[in-house]
């Protein structure tokens, strides 16, 4: 789209990289900024480092909640960053519907409400967790596994350990 937009505007492509750097969020700015002289003036270059850098919708919805206006930066700048990170973040898991965000965000939600046991449990899968529908199930399914397990499980009964271990001082 920005290549589009440079060339209607007829923007020359020496410049592409000057006009993109601020429409980018600050952190990914930096990133190009870091880059050699000649990789980060070079357009072309420029588009391989999007694609290496790439952020996933996981990521984005990460920066998205815990992104800090910077001392130097201004209300507009922070707010556009923001914007651009909850875009990316829905874009990136395909809610284009109001139904879709709004299960995306409930489904966060329930998300932040459970323990990092879980959330370990479910590694691989979590981000791709974004129906609220979907994510009961496996709550209800690791909850029923989990209780199932524990009532199989021998227990010695607490005063028993007790007295085990004052026997042996």
Known sequence: MFERLA??????????????LGLLPYDVAQLIAREPDEIAND???VKILF???KLTPEKFRQ?????????GSTWKNFAYELRSFF???VNGVEADSFEKLSDLI???QKKRKVSQEVKD?????WSKLNS???????????DTLRSTLRSKRPRKEWHYIKQDSLKDD
């Open 121 to 125: 449990h479910f590694i691989d899968d």
């Open 51 to 53: 694609k290496r850098y």
């Open 7 to 20: 060339k209607q505007a007829e923007i020359l492509e020496n410049t592409w990289v000057t006009n993109l």
């Open 132 to 142: 609220p529908d979907d994510l009961v199930e496996k709550l209800d399914d690791y």
């Open 106 to 108: 409930i489904t966060d």
């Open 87 to 89: 875009n990316e973040w």
């Open 63 to 71: 920066k998205f909640f815990i992104h800090n206006k910077d001392l």
């Open 43 to 45: 357009y072309g270059e």
